[in-house]
T-cell receptor
Framework: NAGVTQTPKFQVLKTGQSMTLQCAQD?????MSWYRQDPGMGLRLIHY???????DQGEVPNGYNVSRSTTEDFPLRLLSAAPSQTSVYFC?????????????FGEGSRLTVL | GENVEQHPSTLSVQEGDSAVIKCTYS??????FPWYKQELGKRPQLIID?????GEKKDQRIAVTLNKTAKHFSLHITETQPEDSAVYFC?????????????FGTGTRLTIIP
């Protein structure tokens, strides 16, 4: 198993540009989520999904969109990038939506917005 | 929503000594408390977790204690080694019929001094 795969690993955007961070998992996990990591702020939940066709907002959802058309994929879209979205983004998944067990993280995507 | 506070933000200990990191949570309904370790430039990985029906859990040199009355839990690392140097995150969540949100603390940077 490849686990949780994120692309790209690094990205530089200009303010106002749009982009999509890709996330895929091959473990048949029901639950998938996106976190952002900023210095001194820990990991903050952006959006999450408990299954295909179901998404919900986390702690810091503004400026981001998600969709879950398949069990495997959970892309994160930035519609109009802002410097405040400069961060490291982690996709994470776990087996069951009803069991708060281990989260498996991707390697992270470092985004810089100029 | 849940609020998790973590202390200290940085911690330096001599190799072989013990390290303790403490977290408090706000939601008395929280019932799952994991600890994640993140080495420099790497993804967070689960090292130990505890559920609210248990007061203490141990795995070799690491242990976690939970005080539900005081709403705090702690990570204990004994006989520290250089490879223990990393950022440690505590987190808390509660069962919510599939919509569990894991809330992280702000992290503790642990440095082991040889």
């Amino acid at each position: 198993n490849a686990g949780v795969t994120q692309t790209p690993k690094f990205q530089v955007l200009k303010t106002g540009q749009s982009m999509t961070l890709q996330c895929a998992q091959d473990m048949n996990h029901e639950y998938m989520s996106w976190y952002r990591q900023d210095p001194g702020m820990g990991l903050r939940l952006i959006h999450y999904s408990v299954g295909a066709g179901i998404t919900d907002q986390g702690e810091v959802p503004n400026g981001y969109n998600v969709s879950r058309s398949t069990t495997e994929d959970f892309p994160l879209r930035l519609l109009s990038a802002a410097p405040s979205q400069t961060s490291v983004y982690f996709c994470a998944s776990r087996i069951h939506r009803g069991d708060p067990g281990e989260l498996f993280f991707g390697e992270g995507s470092r985004l810089t917005v100029l | 929503g849940e609020n998790v506070e973590q202390h200290p933000s940085t911690l330096s200990v001599q190799e072989g000594d013990s390290a303790v990191i403490k977290c408090t949570y706000s939601d008395s309904a929280s019932n799952y408390f994991p600890w994640y370790k993140q080495e420099l430039g790497k993804r967070p990985q689960l090292i130990i977790d505890i559920r609210s029906n248990v007061g203490e859990k141990k795995d070799q040199r690491i242990a976690v204690t939970l005080n539900k009355t005081a709403k705090h839990f702690s990570l204990h690392i004994t006989e520290t080694q250089p490879e223990d140097s990393a950022v440690y995150f505590c987190a808390a969540s509660k069962s919510n019929f599939g919509n569990e949100k894991l809330t992280f603390g702000t992290g503790t940077r642990l440095t082991i001094i040889p």
